[in-house]
């Protein structure tokens, strides 16, 4: 199975491992629209980054309001190694009639947006919704890696898009969807 894929001078690695330890310019966030802070990622990234993380993100609901589902705004990284966290918010699954391959793909669109807005080089994903916001890992991972793939295509800045599984049915998931856009 495939673990990177390569657009030219740019590329896409799966890894396993633990989105908060990973060696990136800015890691996302699988938030939700609050942006107060929740489970899963959502509760690992702040825990690890200190209070700052969320004191900016209060700041963004105060003046813009709630975060919409496939939209992405940006913090600093606080106590984290990285100096940036993007924050998105993935669709809940609602059985698939409800747009969700479009929501989700929107916020890998958006957060790579972001990224290559500050001319950020290398930017660390987890899997978007397939925790808590229950969207299947098999029909996931084709929408993340090829609304990706169509992005490095264009993109500016950005040279280095890592998926980092947390544990090894999703990362094998991701790996078999990686073959299929190979193929
Ligand atoms: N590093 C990498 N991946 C992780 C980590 C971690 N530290 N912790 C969990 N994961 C994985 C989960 O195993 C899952 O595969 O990230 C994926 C996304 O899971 P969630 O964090 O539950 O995110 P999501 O499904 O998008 O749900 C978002 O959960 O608590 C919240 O506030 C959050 O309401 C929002 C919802």
New binding site residues.
Partial sequence: MANELRIGDKVITLERG???TVEADAIVN???SSLM????????IPRAGGDTILEECKKYVDEHGRLDPGRAMLTHGGDLPVEFVIHTV?PKWLGGMADEAQTLSSAYLESLRVADHFCLETVAF????????G?PKEQAAPVALETIRKFLAEAECVRHVKL????MR?YETYANALDHLVM
């Fill in positions: 633990d989105i908060r699988a938030a939700n802070g929740g489970g899963g990622v959502d509760g690992a993935g987890p899997s978007i919704s397939t925790g808590a916001f969207y980092v599984l947390y544990d999703t």
